[in-house]
């Protein structure tokens, strides 16, 4: 096993396509957190979804932050490689199996007293009996029933370094996705599992990551309690969004590294990325390194295309 260090930040990207601009400078962020805190930093490649992920994709993604000037520490660890742990976490937790369809989740929830966005719980008390009942009719069409999170918490509160004290929903998260029967399970391992148990893993301490995400760290931070891990401190950082608001996209036009450089090479994109951290005359990652005050950054979304 890999010996991690006690304290380090990460960026784990989903390789299916190549970073744009918000992703590139999200990255940047999580290396200056780590490094100017003098962590560790480590890459993870978060490829459990096997039908949009591909090797290729995460090859590109890891040459692309090296371009620009990230180094991290060694290995790079791939989730596809790390079924057996997530596994042996999931052995750990109160869990339930759930047969509800996408549609049935659907349904319950529009019921007068549902929450929004939260499981309704269908599948939380059924008898065995009622189980066995479900199993059977979920076979017959090939399928395997989802394993979700028992939570024994409504809600949980996380610190984050710019959004202070934020306590959100735990739910009944998916942890392992239903699949299908006749087919091999790799893949089907639900991102808030193999998050926290990465994170675990890794060492992380410190994760620093679009603030898209800062709904999903309290049960994030609940599951990782669940499983012994300390909590990390989380920095959610504002996207970077198009002038109508919309988080930044491929489809936005020239936004990946490569499509970037096209017009004035990596440098220019670095100086892009500084000058949006708030260091129009930084150009270069060692001087941004330097330079970096992590409370004077823009509380604000970045907007692509407008903002100075
Ligand atoms: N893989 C996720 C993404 O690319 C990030 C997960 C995380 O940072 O916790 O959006």
Known sequence: ?????DHAGRYAPSPSGDLHFGN???AVLAWLFARQSGRKFYM???DIDSERSSMESAQRQLEDLAAIGIEWDEPV?????RGEAYASALAKLDTYECYCSRRDIREAASAPHAQPGMYPGTCRDLT????AYRRSQLSQSGRLPAIRLRAHAERWTVNDVYKGEFTGPVDDVILKRGGNANQAQVGDWAYNLAVVVDDGY???DQVVRGDDLLGSAPAQAYLAH??????????HVPLVVTADGRRLAKRDGAVTLRQMAEDGGVQRVVEQIASSLGHPDVSSMGELLDRFDPLGLSREPWVWGISE
């Open 1 to 5: 096993m890999p010996d991690f260090a």
């Open 24 to 26: 590139l400078r999200t």
């Open 44 to 46: 993870r490649v978060e």
């Open 77 to 81: 660890v791939y989730q596809h490689d």
């Open 128 to 131: 065995e009996e009622q189980r």
């Open 202 to 204: 890794q060492s992380i």
């Open 226 to 235: 669940e499983l012994g891990f300390p909590d990390p401190e989380y920095v």
